[in-house]
């Protein structure tokens, strides 16, 4: 049971370039999320999926696409990638609404944007 | 809107002290609250939460925290800091009933540990 993982673990990237991080999750959660953290920020979200196939903008959406197209993964998109997109990014998986369980984190992947 | 302060970025504690990291909310409703643990380079644990019944709740790794309403705060304790204790922690706050899936997260308190 691996829980909730995310590749890659790091990637750098020049201004304009396009990457997709994926998340998968193996407890068989409705939920998936998509968080960045940056210095002294905490964690916001970017978007989320309520379940397969749907997604939904969070605090901080614009400059990133998301799908789901399976219920286990969950992709986060930049299209054109900029300098403020320089983060770490948390997927995260739960059970339930997010505002009543538990989230489980998967590891991270540090992104640097040049 | 729902909010969460932590108004301590930085604490260092001696190995073996008491912690108390503060967490203030707001919230017109009774809140979800969640503390979790975040190690260098990993991602975020959760330590504990609250959503009902008694204010005092007990995570793992011997932390616990109190709710109290009148104070909006949801504050984490632990008697005895170990080494490994050595984290950022964040507070949380969700909204209760509905279908609304926003959880806000504090800015993080940084725990040094002395030995």
């Known amino acids: 049971n691996a829980g909730v993982t995310q590749t890659p673990k790091f990637r750098v990237l020049k201004t304009g370039q396009s990457m997709t991080l994926l998340c998968a999750q193996d407890m068989n959660h409705e939920y998936m999320y998509w968080y960045r953290q940056d210095p002294g920020m905490g964690l916001r979200l970017i978007h989320y999926s309520v379940g397969e196939g749907t997604t939904a903008k969070g605090e901080v959406p614009d400059g990133y696409n998301v799908s789901r197209l399976k219920k286990q993964n969950f992709l986060l998109g930049l299209e054109s990638a900029a300098p403020s997109q320089t983060s770490v990014y948390f997927c995260?998986?739960?059970?339930?609404?997010?505002?009543?369980?538990?989230?489980?984190f998967g590891p991270g992947t540090r992104l640097t944007v040049l | 809107a729902q909010s969460v302060t932590q108004p301590d970025i930085h604490i260092t504690v001696s190995e073996g002290a008491s912690l108390e990291l503060r967490c203030n909310y707001s919230?017109?409703?009774?809140?979800?609250l969640f503390w979790y643990v975040q190690s260098p380079g990993q991602g975020l644990q959760l330590l504990l939460k609250y959503f009902s019944g008694d204010t005092l709740v007990q995570g793992i790794k011997g932390f616990e925290a109190e709710f109290k309403r009148s104070q909006s705060s949801f504050n984490l304790r632990k008697p005895s800091v170990h080494w490994s204790d050595a984290a950022e922690y964040f507070c949380?706050?969700?909204?209760?009933?509905?279908?609304?899936?926003?959880?806000?997260f504090g800015k993080g308190t940084l725990l040094t540990v002395n030995p």
């Open positions: 919230y017109g409703a009774t809140p979800y």
């Open positions: 995260a998986s739960s059970d339930g609404g997010q505002g009543r369980t538990e989230q489980f």
């Open positions: 949380a706050v969700g909204r209760s009933g509905g279908s609304n899936y926003k959880l806000t």
